[in-house]
């Protein structure tokens, strides 16, 4: 038996990355296999990646219940704060990443022509290299015509766009502001948080776009990103009293302002068999077809609030980025 893990998965699925990426850091044994081959088919219970198989035959799938999964069986380095309170917030920002975040990636991918055919090409590439340049065009473009289209998945349309397009714009900028001096969100060393945030702006950062808008922001976000790649504990973790003064703008604005209320009526437009809804976010009004997995996203969000033993210190946090009546459901 292998004792070597391998993950299935591509440089351009930030769910993949952001898997190697926790991979790399906690110096667990792995190859990384890119695609979805047969091989990857016999572990996957859906055709998508990232999949992991383990050294025992087993099958793992969902970035988030693969650390998960990685973390129970390999603890340390920890990626979770041993304060109660910055855990969940480091939680809250993976779930944010993995749930918002992933508006800015696709949306921006697939909104231009030059982001088009720049996913397009790699996206060939990556899936075929054997192909000549006359087959990997062909390809290319049936699947610009059939991903365009798809940008409705993410909640993107001509009310929408905007809102996204405005929040990526801050979110640089604040991240920029809040990685001077820091290596990692939350200190020295890299929590979940930055494992889900960082995949989805990885990817951006790779097409066109929002590469010179990432750049613009400045070189603390880039040497973030790059640093990434290769994760490793540079300190410790920081005190909330440290981190407020430029990551509490953060999650106000982003995820008490636009995440939560759009979760809370995804889920509840799920519950009520609803073929589309609109609700108020920060940025104005939003509309879109509900995501049932987004809805079962909530409730486990929810779980580990409620897991939180002592949320004397965490509950001001929260209330203050208007996240708090969202997780308590």
Not at 68 to 92: T, W
């Amino acid at each position: 038996m292998s004792e070597e893990f391998r993950v299935f998965g591509s440089e351009m699925s930030p769910y993949s990355v952001k898997v190697r990426s926790y991979f790399r850091y906690k110096g667990i044994p792995h190859e990384w296999c890119e695609g979805q081959g047969e091989e990857a088919k016999k572990f996957q219970k859906l055709p998508l990646v990232p999949v992991v198989a383990t050294p025992e035959g087993d099958g793992l799938q969902d970035s988030t219940p693969i650390i998960e999964k990685m973390e129970a069986r390999f603890p340390e380095p920890s990626i979770h704060p041993d304060d109660e309170a910055l855990g969940f917030v480091s939680a809250l920002l993976e779930e944010f990443g993995d749930e918002w975040g992933n508006k800015w990636m696709f949306h921006y991918r697939w909104a231009r022509p030059a982001d088009q055919v720049s996913a397009s090409e790699r996206l060939v590439r990556s899936m075929a290299p054997a192909l000549s340049d006359e087959q990997s065009a062909g390809m290319a473009a049936g699947l610009r015509e059939r991903m365009v289209p798809r940008v409705w998945f993410v909640g993107s349309n001509e009310q929408t766009a905007p809102q996204i397009e405005s929040s990526f714009h801050e979110v640089c900028g604040q991240l920029e502001t809040h990685l001077d001096g820091r290596p990692y969100l939350l200190g020295g060393r890299p929590s979940f948080g930055d494992f889900g945030l960082w995949g989805q702006i990885y990817n951006a950062w790779t097409d066109p776009t929002c590469k010179e808008i990432v750049e613009a922001a400045g070189p603390n976000l880039v040497a973030w990103i790059q640093r990434m790649l290769e994760p490793k504990a540079e300190g410790d973790w920081e005190s909330w009293e440290a981190l407020a003064p430029t990551l509490a703008p953060i999650l106000k604005d982003h995820v008490g302002g636009l995440f939560c209320p759009w979760t809370v009526a995804n889920a509840t437009a799920v519950a009520d068999g609803a073929d589309e809804y609109t609700c108020e976010v920060r940025t104005g009004t939003w509309t879109q077809k509900p995501q049932k997995y987004h809805a079962r996203s909530l409730v486990k969000i929810r779980e580990k609030y409620a897991a939180v033993s002592n949320k004397t210190a965490l509950d001001p946090i929260l209330e203050a980025a208007d996240c708090l009546a969202t997780l308590r459901g």
